[in-house]
């Protein structure tokens, strides 16, 4: 198609805001125009509080709508950025992909497998270009990585990701008047997050699926709840989360994720294990790994095996850079048709999303393996998968 691609996007929030920061670097460049915002709260709209936080942002040619449906029947839009919290879709993705609009649809995707599936259908169906809000597929050292291990067996990753209730930002949901928390910090709320393995924990999950090009079989997961006296002031979400993936290809991963409140810590450990190599996440990335005749006359020294397979400094994987090349690679994939671009698709990441969900299920059953096929289309999990609002 002759770009550049017409935009609109739905949910002006935090992650909204930084996405029409990248989108208007983009729009500078002649790729994208974005051509239509939605959000249900005029001051989301607002031209101030929309450049407080970008600066470049013009409302020159951008059309404002107070739902997604008007902007879908605008006929204003070839692709739609879904930006909104995960409890709040009503069939807005099925509706626009009926419409032939390609759809970028933020993680978690929806907190009810029931709704995913939908979603899905509606986008084979109407053969519409998809997304799914994986940025860090998108990040140089990452995807480093997943190119080295092309080829390799990875047996066995481990990513700890420490956190604390404090760094979960204010958001723009007005959640107090929609029956959620007083104080907008929807992410630390389970019916609105889904808990943090679900909100957040699927970054990391879906990251161990491109790293060891494989799929999530199973999952196991104990989780330590929060207790129901410190509900008020710091959420309903647990405090810490182990949860284990068994692999399709016979590799186990782990994710251990923490939440404690009062800690102000931030703090990351990876390793990924292959046959014949760890690979560790330093300065630079490394591989530890004796690639000569084995085995060697002598042990060799830990430096004669390090190996640099991408070199630092690297950005945050979760950062502006990849937000940016996330959304130029979705849309230079549909004005220059080269789907190549696109590093995942609506369908493939809900063997992610139905991971993380598994692992609320299985903590929800005193730790049961949840095999994702199963989770997905026996009657055993029917109740799970449900939308109880819809
Ligand atoms: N990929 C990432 O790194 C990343 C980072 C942060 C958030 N997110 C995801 O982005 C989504 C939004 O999160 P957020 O932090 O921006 O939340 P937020 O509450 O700050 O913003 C959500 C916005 O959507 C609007 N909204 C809600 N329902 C709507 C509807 N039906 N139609 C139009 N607008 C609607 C709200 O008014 C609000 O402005 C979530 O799914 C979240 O998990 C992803």
Do not use: C
Request: hydrophobic share 35%; glycine share 8%.
């Amino acid at each position: 198609m002759a770009g550049p691609l017409r935009i609109g996007l739905v949910g002006v929030g935090q992650r909204g805001l930084q996405h029409v920061n990248s989108l208007v670097q983009l729009q500078q460049e002649e790729i994208v125009q974005i051509t239509a915002l939605a959000d249900p709260f005029p001051e989301n709209l607002d031209e101030n509080k929309i450049t407080g936080y970008v600066p470049d942002y013009s409302p020159a040619g951008v059309k404002l709508f107070d739902s997604a449906d008007a902007m879908i029947e605008s006929g204003l839009v070839d692709a739609i950025w879904f930006v909104i919290p995960p409890n709040q879709h009503r069939g807005e993705i099925e509706r626009a992909a009926k419409r032939e609009i390609a759809i970028y649809a933020e993680k978690p995707q929806s907190l009810f497998l029931d709704d995913i599936v939908s979603q899905d259908i509606a986008i084979t169906k109407a053969g519409v270009p998809s997304t799914v809000g994986f940025q860090m597929r998108h990040d140089r050292g990452y995807t480093d990585i997943a190119n080295y291990l092309k080829g390799k067996w990875v047996a066995a990753m481990t990513m700890v990701a420490e956190g604390g209730v404090e760094n979960h930002g204010v958001k723009h949901s007005h959640t107090e008047e929609q029956g959620g928390p007083a104080n907008r910090v929807w992410t630390a709320n389970r019916a609105w997050s889904g808990t943090s393995i679900v909100e957040a924990g699927i970054h990391q999950t879906d990251i161990m699926r491109y790293w060891s090009d494989d799929d999530v079989e199973w999952v196991r997961a104990t989780y330590t709840e929060r207790p129901p006296e410190l509900h008020d002031t710091e959420g309903d979400n647990p405090i810490a989360y182990t949860v284990t993936y068994g692999m399709k290809k016979g590799g186990v991963a782990n994710l251990l994720f923490t939440k404690p409140a009062r800690s102000y810590y931030n703090g990351r450990f990876d390793y990924i294990i292959w046959t014949h190599g760890t690979i560790k996440l330093e300065d630079d990335f490394v591989d530890y790994s004796f690639d000569e005749d084995w085995p060697p006359d002598e042990k060799p020294t830990i430096g004669e095996v390090r190996k640099v397979i991408s070199a630092g400094p690297h950005n945050t994987a979760m950062g502006g850079e990849s937000t940016r090349a996330i959304s130029e690679a979705f849309a230079t994939s549909i004005v220059e048709n080269r789907p190549e671009n696109r590093l995942n698709s609506f369908h493939s990441s809900i063997n992610s999303l139905a991971s993380v969900l598994a692992a609320n299920i299985s903590n929800d059953l005193d730790g049961e393996k949840i095999v994702i096929d199963e989770f997905i289309n026996d009657d055993k999990y029917a109740r799970y998968r449900k939308n109880p609002n819809r």
